[in-house]
């Protein structure tokens, strides 16, 4: 099993994100996802600083994939789309169809991310005609779901021709809007949004009106309330799962990362609480943390 | 320029042709469509009637079969598609990539339209979708006009909006906030905040609280009226505000947009709620046939009829309208 870090979901500045990546670059991570994937006006890392990462963290012996933005609505939002996918060297992470068109077209691999709504084995069967090479689960889907997928006949004759990811950990990315919540919550509008996001490197908290936190706002995008967190699960991932993903937090992701890797074959269970779930993956709502 | 009615029932089928739908949507008793309600929806013999029906009087049948299908069960998402086929369906709605390929591949002369729940917000995933022989794509309720109009005027694709109703704000098909809270969402399950999880619980101090599957969605004092808890549509708190986070309870209503949609050439509006009375199908639909009707006779002289506005605002949710996405300033 192979680990990967997906893309900073996050706005952080550029110091932050070169110290993060260097990090990345020097601890034992096999893959690492780069870009801008939840909204087009951050802009603290251009493409060409994307790509200078992606260079370094290549030479430091990881492999490197850019990610995409995931809500695409405007046409200069596709201009940057169509730069990522002729980058003519990287492997891309596709986060809306209209990636997977334009690499199709090209006749170039993809990753389809988990926002993809690829939910059967079918539709992964089309993809996979199309140039698809990994497969990122839907955060929603569980391990018996991902099970039944892989051992219908179509896919088991195939099996061998593509890899599975699952998001493993970090706060889920459960939707994406045309309104902006982190600008709403200082009471702004988004064409005045002043890129606020930057104050809040690990979004903002939604708490219920009896204190549960039960959502992160992150501009555009809602995410769990709660860290998912399949550290204890990795032994039942075996066979199944290819590549696991952290998703990259301010703080600890490294630890985490050192944690699991502890733990790929249920040595090293960590005992985990209140802010944390793993309900998505046992079948479950998300927001549930079964334990044992 | 189409108006698109929905219906969950055959009363509340009739109900829209009786006032003027040009067409009508509906699903089909399962999880196979996006409204998988208890009480809703058709069966085999429930669905020749609407056909039968929609036909006498010259109008057309959608079928909406837009979750995605699961590993162990594709072949009731094919059935679905036969079903409709058989029955006399004019046209399907679908999300799933293998299931419009199925529709289109078995049964190459059904008009085929990509669902909402595709999530097809730009020009490439327009095209993307083309390769499936689709000759529609309804849009999801996350653009600006600004953004329809530049969907409008460059893909050579019809374009269906949604013109009122319940106010999704989330991108369509990218949306997993219910079964983040109950396992349940719309993708997966057709269903969104599922009354099975909804708990009411009145308080000792006259405030009565709704949960959904024990999340505290709100908390309404007794002089407030107090909405169903979709979870994008409740109070929460953020610092130390405590607010409509996402949204309020809020339908769309584009009335005002009409004549723009129209110069745009957007092809069809669709009108939400299969989960709705008959009786609100029909004051809905008399009202956008009226509008529909005066802008047709006489584009350049339309004016929204203040009589139109009282009964849409009468007819929504926490008795208010938005336009929603369309308009920047909501973002």
């Given at each position: 099993m192979k680990f990967s870090l997906g893309p900073v979901q996050y706005f952080w500045p550029k110091t932050q994100m070169q110290q993060f990546y260097r990090q990345a670059a020097d601890s034992?991570?096999?893959?690492?996802?780069?870009?801008?994937?939840?909204?087009?006006?951050?802009?603290?890392?251009?493409?060409?600083?994307?790509?200078?990462?992606?260079?370094?963290?290549?030479?430091?012996?990881?492999?490197?994939?850019?990610?995409?933005?995931?809500?695409?609505?405007?046409?200069?939002?596709?201009?940057?789309?169509?730069?990522?996918?002729?980058?003519?060297?990287?492997?891309?992470?596709?986060?809306?169809?209209?990636?997977?068109?334009?690499?199709?077209?090209?006749?170039?691999?993809?990753?389809?991310?988990?926002?993809?709504?690829?939910?059967?084995?079918?539709?992964?069967?089309?993809?996979?005609?199309?140039g698809l090479s990994r497969w990122v689960m839907p955060v929603e889907l569980s391990r018996d779901w991902l099970q039944q997928l892989l051992q219908q006949e179509s896919i088991m004759d195939i099996r061998s021709s593509f890899e599975t990811e699952v998001f493993a950990f970090g706060h889920l990315p459960l939707a994406w809007s045309g309104r902006c919540f982190t600008a709403r919550s200082e009471d702004r509008h988004k064409d005045q949004c002043e890129l606020?996001?930057?104050?809040?490197?690990?979004?903002?908290?939604?708490?219920?009106?009896?204190?549960?936190?039960?959502?992160?706002?992150?501009?555009?995008?809602?995410?769990?309330?709660?860290?998912?967190?399949?550290?204890?699960?990795?032994?039942?991932?075996?066979?199944?799962?290819?590549?696991?993903?952290?998703?990259?937090?301010?703080?600890?992701?490294?630890?985490?990362?050192q944690k699991f890797k502890a733990n790929l074959h249920g040595t090293a269970p960590q005992p985990l609480g209140k802010n944390e779930s793993n309900g998505y993956w046992l079948n479950l709502a998300g927001m549930v943390m079964k334990i044992g | 320029m189409e108006l698109l009615c929905p219906a969950g029932s055959m009363p509340a089928l009739k109900a829209a042709i009786t006032h003027g739908a040009d067409a009508v949507y509906i699903g089909l008793k399962d999880d196979t469509n996006a409204r998988h309600f208890a009480g809703l929806n058709f069966d085999q013999a429930t669905l020749h009637e609407a056909a039968r029906y929609t036909h006498s009087a010259g109008r057309k049948l959608h079928i909406a079969i837009n979750t995605f299908a699961h590993p162990d069960s594709f072949l009731r998402w094919q059935q679905a598609v036969d079903m409709a086929v058989s029955a006399g369906a004019d046209v399907l709605i679908i999300a799933d990539l293998a299931v419009l390929a199925y529709a289109a591949e078995r049964y190459p002369h059904i008009e085929l339209h990509l669902s909402v729940q595709a999530s097809a917000t730009n020009a490439a995933a327009i095209e993307f979708y083309r390769q499936f022989g689709i000759s529609r794509v309804v849009l999801p309720r996350v653009l600006s006009m600004q953004q329809v109009r530049a969907l409008a005027r460059t893909s050579q694709m019809d374009l269906e909006v949604f013109a009122f109703g319940s106010l999704c704000i989330m991108a369509e098909g990218r949306c997993y906030l219910s079964s983040y809270m109950t396992g349940e969402s719309p993708n997966t399950a057709g269903a969104c905040s599922p009354a099975a999880f909804v708990r009411w619980q009145e308080k000792p101090d006259g405030v009565l609280e709704s949960r959904l599957n024990d999340v505290v969605i709100?908390?309404?004092?007794?002089?407030?009226?107090?909405?169903?808890?979709?979870?994008?549509?409740?109070?929460?708190?953020?610092?130390?505000?405590?607010?409509?986070?996402?949204?309020?309870?809020?339908?769309?209503?584009?009335?005002?947009l009409l004549p723009e949609l129209y110069k745009e050439g957007i092809r069809s509006l669709k009108i939400e709620g299969r989960q709705r009375s008959p009786a609100y199908v029909s004051q809905i639909t008399r009202v956008w046939r009226a509008a529909i009707d005066a802008l047709l006779t006489a584009p350049e002289r339309f004016t929204v009829a203040a009589e139109w506005q009282r009964v849409l605002n009468s007819l929504s949710e926490g008795s208010q309208t938005t336009l929603g996405a369309y308009h920047r300033k909501w973002k």
């Amino acid at each position: 099993m192979k680990f990967s870090l997906g893309p900073v979901q996050y706005f952080w500045p550029k110091t932050q994100m070169q110290q993060f990546y260097r990090q990345a670059a020097d601890s034992d991570i096999d893959i690492v996802y780069l870009g801008e994937t939840v909204c087009s006006k951050r802009r603290e890392l251009k493409f060409e600083d994307y790509k200078a990462l992606a260079c370094m963290l290549r030479e430091a012996g990881k492999q490197v994939c850019l990610s995409t933005m995931t809500l695409l609505e405007a046409p200069s939002e596709l201009r940057e789309l169509r730069r990522y996918c002729d980058n003519g060297d990287f492997l891309i992470e596709a986060n809306d169809v209209g990636a997977i068109g334009i690499l199709q077209e090209n006749n170039l691999p993809f990753v389809a991310g988990a926002a993809i709504n690829c939910y059967n084995q079918h539709t992964l069967n089309r993809l996979l005609a199309m140039g698809l090479s990994r497969w990122v689960m839907p955060v929603e889907l569980s391990r018996d779901w991902l099970q039944q997928l892989l051992q219908q006949e179509s896919i088991m004759d195939i099996r061998s021709s593509f890899e599975t990811e699952v998001f493993a950990f970090g706060h889920l990315p459960l939707a994406w809007s045309g309104r902006c919540f982190t600008a709403r919550s200082e009471d702004r509008h988004k064409d005045q949004c002043e890129l606020c996001c930057i104050k809040y490197p690990q979004g903002r908290e939604v708490k219920s009106q009896d204190g549960t936190q039960i959502f992160v706002l992150n501009g555009i995008q809602t995410q769990s309330g709660k860290c998912y967190n399949l550290l204890n699960q990795l032994p039942s991932m075996h066979g199944l799962v290819n590549v696991v993903r952290l998703s990259p937090q301010p703080e600890g992701t490294f630890d985490w990362l050192q944690k699991f890797k502890a733990n790929l074959h249920g040595t090293a269970p960590q005992p985990l609480g209140k802010n944390e779930s793993n309900g998505y993956w046992l079948n479950l709502a998300g927001m549930v943390m079964k334990i044992g | 320029m189409e108006l698109l009615c929905p219906a969950g029932s055959m009363p509340a089928l009739k109900a829209a042709i009786t006032h003027g739908a040009d067409a009508v949507y509906i699903g089909l008793k399962d999880d196979t469509n996006a409204r998988h309600f208890a009480g809703l929806n058709f069966d085999q013999a429930t669905l020749h009637e609407a056909a039968r029906y929609t036909h006498s009087a010259g109008r057309k049948l959608h079928i909406a079969i837009n979750t995605f299908a699961h590993p162990d069960s594709f072949l009731r998402w094919q059935q679905a598609v036969d079903m409709a086929v058989s029955a006399g369906a004019d046209v399907l709605i679908i999300a799933d990539l293998a299931v419009l390929a199925y529709a289109a591949e078995r049964y190459p002369h059904i008009e085929l339209h990509l669902s909402v729940q595709a999530s097809a917000t730009n020009a490439a995933a327009i095209e993307f979708y083309r390769q499936f022989g689709i000759s529609r794509v309804v849009l999801p309720r996350v653009l600006s006009m600004q953004q329809v109009r530049a969907l409008a005027r460059t893909s050579q694709m019809d374009l269906e909006v949604f013109a009122f109703g319940s106010l999704c704000i989330m991108a369509e098909g990218r949306c997993y906030l219910s079964s983040y809270m109950t396992g349940e969402s719309p993708n997966t399950a057709g269903a969104c905040s599922p009354a099975a999880f909804v708990r009411w619980q009145e308080k000792p101090d006259g405030v009565l609280e709704s949960r959904l599957n024990d999340v505290v969605i709100d908390r309404f004092n007794p002089d407030e009226t107090a909405g169903y808890p979709t979870l994008c549509k409740g109070r929460f708190t953020v610092g130390s505000d405590t607010y409509h986070v996402l949204e309020e309870p809020t339908s769309l209503n584009t009335l005002d947009l009409l004549p723009e949609l129209y110069k745009e050439g957007i092809r069809s509006l669709k009108i939400e709620g299969r989960q709705r009375s008959p009786a609100y199908v029909s004051q809905i639909t008399r009202v956008w046939r009226a509008a529909i009707d005066a802008l047709l006779t006489a584009p350049e002289r339309f004016t929204v009829a203040a009589e139109w506005q009282r009964v849409l605002n009468s007819l929504s949710e926490g008795s208010q309208t938005t336009l929603g996405a369309y308009h920047r300033k909501w973002k």
